[in-house]
């Protein structure tokens, strides 16, 4: 099992940047491939971004894409979700979430996530 934390969110003028980051604890945390998702009020979660177990391999959505970044630190057991020129409608509650079952591939589908944080807000204001 690991426990997901996710830090960095906050308030932030359009085209503005943010680092958003997910700890996750326990020693097979490289196990996991990971994902962010990410759900403003009144709409469903989304699929943003994920990254393999080793790192070999990542999945941007497109409305992000050229935007934002997916990285992770095996040594320090984090995530990274790097958001540049960050628009209004980037505004949610971002979280982050470990798949146990993909070795070498991700997944966009958010069933496919066993374990997630409790979600970090991004506020992007005009």
């Known amino acids: 099992q690991v426990q997901l934390v996710e830090s960095g969110g906050g308030l932030v003028q359009a085209g503005g940047s943010l680092t958003l980051s997910c700890a996750g604890s326990?020693?097979?945390?490289?196990?996991?491939?990971m994902g962010w998702f990410r759900q403003a009020p009144g709409k469903e979660r989304e699929f943003v971004a994920a990254i393999s177990r080793n790192g070999g391999r990542t999945d941007i959505t497109d409305f992000v894409k050229g935007r934002f970044t997916i990285s992770r630190d095996v040594a320090k057991n984090t995530v990274y979700l790097r958001m540049n020129s960050l628009r209004l409608e980037d505004t949610a509650v971002y979280y982050c979430?470990?798949?146990?079952?993909?070795?070498?591939?991700?997944?966009?589908?958010?069933?496919?996530?066993?374990?997630w944080g409790q979600g970090t807000q991004v506020t992007v204001s005009s």
């Open positions: 979430a470990a798949d146990s079952t993909r070795t070498w591939s991700v997944s966009r589908t958010a069933g496919a996530y066993d374990y």
């Open positions: 326990g020693r097979t945390f490289s196990n996991y491939a």
